[in-house]
């Protein structure tokens, strides 16, 4: 086998090229170069190094395997057929709206083997949602990060209850969306025959959808890397996402209907979702002027953030209810909190105000969702220097530019405030 994009010639160099490339050490023979000086050879502008014309007589070619460091793995693409899979894996752990992020993800893998019970593992708080999909067989709750916090004695405790949990399931394939090393773990813990990541512990997978650094435009593509290997594209899944949670958002849409009777909700009302775990993400409504009553929702974060007079159920309502009630609203205006982005994707009218997150990366997906940010977004700080000023103007800009639209994915449905 060849290198690529060079061919060494089977040629022996000087004594004076043969001491440079002998490596690390001018007194090295050069008998005993092996594959790394090699590789540096390789680098140089002649044909083995030293001048462009080369010397010495030839000598037989070096192997491609000895360029390459032991123990790695040449990923390669293997796709199963539709009848191989009969039980498929999906891990995904993390927050809320990084499982949202995942579901077109979880979506198309269901529809590329419609055949296969879909399990999801998944962390406490985006268990309900993720028990809800249609396409989800079983739902797989781990806590991993309670556990650990409490001492290595819990932590080891939930990993075996995991595993036993995992074991009788005899998976065919097992998918790691989250991309770290703990959700790596759990596709061993699986037992699946073939086991697909993102390429960040190749070790510990069968098969390895390489990875690199470059963002893909939104988090719900960067998601969907790995499924490249199985023949799905990653620009189309989230096209297959919408179309899995349309009997849901139905569902949720005539709970909510009953849940705004029975609650004796203004109508219309707007829904605001201001919560959020990083202080730098909140939204304080005190101060804004808003065209129809308000009804705070979300959870205990979002308590004290709606302006005057406002109903305020934060922290009161299960996930699915303070969701079902955005979709029913005449307009919604949330931060870049899980909840926001379950409303935009199941299609709510809703307006997304980013702070120190990028729109680009992290905006709200839906067909009714679009997304402001403040004009120094993009900083990922959990404390804002400026006390949160930026993120103000953004929200005001939210507040102005009136109802949102189906602005994704143009990039003209990304409006920036106005600095001032």
């Not at 044909?47 to 030839?58: K, V």
């Not at 491609?64 to 796709?79: D, M, N």
């Not at 005899?170 to 969306?177: F, K």
């Not at 829904?271 to 202080?279: I, T």
């Amino acid at each position: 086998m060849r290198l690529p994009g060079r061919h060494l010639p089977a040629q022996r160099s000087c004594r004076g090229d043969r001491r440079r490339a002998g490596g690390l050490h001018p007194r090295r023979p050069a008998r005993r170069r092996g594959a790394l000086c090699v590789a540096l050879l390789a680098r140089r502008p002649g044909p083995l190094g030293g001048d462009a014309a080369g010397c010495g007589r030839p000598r037989r070619a070096v192997p491609a395997h000895r360029l390459r460091p032991r123990g790695a793995r040449v990923a390669r693409p293997l796709r199963p057929g539709d009848g191989e899979v009969r039980r498929l894996l999906v891990v995904k752990l993390s927050s809320l709206g990084d499982v949202v992020h995942a579901i077109p993800s979880a979506a198309a893998l269901a529809a590329r083997y419609p055949a296969a019970e879909v399990d999801w593992v998944v962390e406490p708080l985006a268990a309900p949602l993720v028990r809800a999909l249609p396409f989800v067989s079983r739902t797989v709750v781990f806590d991993g990060g309670t556990a650990f916090r409490e001492g290595g004695g819990a932590f080891l405790e939930a990993v075996a209850g995991l595993r036993e949990s995992l074991a009788g399931r005899r998976y065919e394939l097992a998918v790691d969306l989250q991309g770290l090393l703990r959700s790596s773990l759990v596709t061993v813990l699986s037992g699946a025959a073939l086991r697909i990541g993102r390429g960040r512990w190749p070790w510990l997978h069968r098969s390895v959808a390489m990875y690199d650094h470059r963002r893909a435009p939104h988090a719900v593509e960067n998601t969907a890397r790995p499924l490249a290997s199985l023949g799905i594209d990653p620009l189309g899944v989230y096209g297959a996402g919408l179309a899995a949670v349309e009997p849901l958002a139905r569902d949720l849409r005539a709970r909510g209907e009953a849940l705004a009777a029975s609650l004796s909700l203004p109508r219309p009302f707007v829904a605001l979702l201001p919560g959020a775990s990083r202080p730098s993400k909140r939204l304080s409504f005190a101060a804004a002027a808003l065209p129809a009553p308000a009804v705070v929702l979300g959870g205990p974060d979002a308590r004290g953030l709606g302006p005057p007079g406002a109903v305020d159920l934060a922290g009161e309502l299960p996930l699915l209810d303070a969701v079902a009630l955005a979709l029913v609203s005449d307009r919604a205006l949330g931060a870049d909190t899980g909840p926001s982005h379950t409303a935009a994707l199941l299609g709510a009218s809703i307006t997304g105000v980013h702070g120190p997150t990028r729109v680009g990366r992290t905006g709200l997906r839906g067909p009714r969702a679009r997304s402001v940010g403040a004009p120094c977004g993009g900083c990922e700080r959990r404390r804002c220097p400026r006390a949160g000023a930026c993120l103000a103007e953004a929200l005001r800009e939210a507040v102005r530019s009136g109802g949102p639209g189906p602005s994704w994915p143009r990039e003209a449905g990304t409006t920036t405030a106005r600095a001032r």
